[in-house]
């Protein structure tokens, strides 16, 4: 088998594990000419290489030559500027690519990008309404928006907006989780069960799963399946912290199962598992205060009470609630 020279080192450096090409010593201006290898050679700088200045060189350039008549180009430039952190000239760049028909979604999403870099996330909600405008029903813009609703604390709208996704798209699992997250703290935790079990049957088997389910069937009161839940949670738990939340999670369960013995074993098994669990030093302190009873001496109950004080420091020099 025969190849030029050209063709053979080429592929003896992409063997060696070097780049395909040198980006740093292309010729930007001959290949803005070419239209449709301009667009390849971009999305290969611009993805593969990380390579945000040489991108922004011949997209600039490729915009010149097709007059700046084509939106994709704007778009692009958008997106260079959008990762050198130029917010302004990204949105204004965004803005001119909106003004064509054929825009695809990817656009209003970078936009919107855009305004939640810039604090601005009414705007940003704008922007998903035009999107959901020119393409209705799209999941992708519903979720950006939910998201927003949920960070300001808008969680009818948010939820509202993941029920609307999963009437396009039943398999969503951000909108099954958020759905269930919202029915679980809005005292339903039967219902929240019922979301989790499909994302079970889905095949998501991790950690935070089997937990949530754990404490949903603990609240639901059926017991058979905390226990089996939690142990599960633990096998799949792959971090300290994740371990030190099940322990905790298993402690607030033998709480209100009124075993607080047990709980305090758990709770120190969470901080052995992630030193810096402020919830976990928190409810430690709890438990040592109210321990000594007005049944025990004088004496004993102040040894209580300075455990206590040492825990909850423990807790405000971990958490960051302050």
């Excluded at 928006?145 to 939820?159: K, L, N, P, Q, V």
């Amino acid at each position: 088998m025969y190849a030029r020279i050209g063709t053979a080192s080429l592929l003896a450096l992409q063997e060696s594990g070097g780049s395909f090409l040198n980006v740093e010593r292309l010729n930007v201006e001959k290949y803005a000419k070419m239209e449709t290898v301009a667009k390849s050679l971009f999305e290969y700088i611009f993805h593969n290489q990380g390579n945000i200045r040489v991108a922004l060189n011949l997209a600039t350039r490729a915009a010149a030559e097709a007059k700046h008549k084509d939106w994709w180009w704007k778009a692009h430039i958008g997106k260079c500027y959008y990762k050198l952190a130029l917010l302004r000239d990204a949105e204004k760049n965004f803005r001119e690519a909106l003004a064509y028909a054929d825009v695809s979604v990817d656009i209003f999403v970078w936009l919107g990008k855009v305004y939640i870099r810039l604090d601005q996330p009414l705007a940003a909600l704008d922007i998903y309404k035009l999107g959901l405008e020119r393409h209705p029903n799209e999941t992708l813009l519903l979720r950006y928006a939910a998201r927003i609703h949920e960070t300001m604390g808008e969680m009818d709208e948010s939820i509202s907006l993941f029920r609307s996704i999963l009437s396009y798209d039943a398999i969503d699992i951000e909108a099954i989780a958020s759905i269930a997250l919202n029915e679980f703290y809005g005292d339903q935790p039967e219902i929240a069960l019922r979301y989790y079990r499909r994302l079970l049957q889905m095949g998501i088997f991790k950690a935070e799963m089997y937990n949530n389910i754990a404490l949903c069937c603990f609240y639901a009161q059926q017991y058979d399946m905390v226990v089996t839940c939690f142990e599960r949670a633990l096998m799949f738990a792959d971090t300290d912290e994740m371990i030190a939340d099940i322990w905790y999670n298993i402690g607030h369960v033998a709480l209100g199962s009124g075993d607080r013995q047990f709980a305090l074993y758990c709770f120190r098994l969470a901080i052995t598992s992630n030193n810096d669990h402020a919830e976990a030093y928190n409810n430690l302190g709890v438990l040592e205060v109210t321990k000594g009873g007005q049944d025990r001496a004088h004496s004993a109950n102040t040894i209580n009470v300075q455990q206590a004080k040492s825990y909850f420091q423990s807790a405000v020099n971990s958490g960051s609630f302050l």
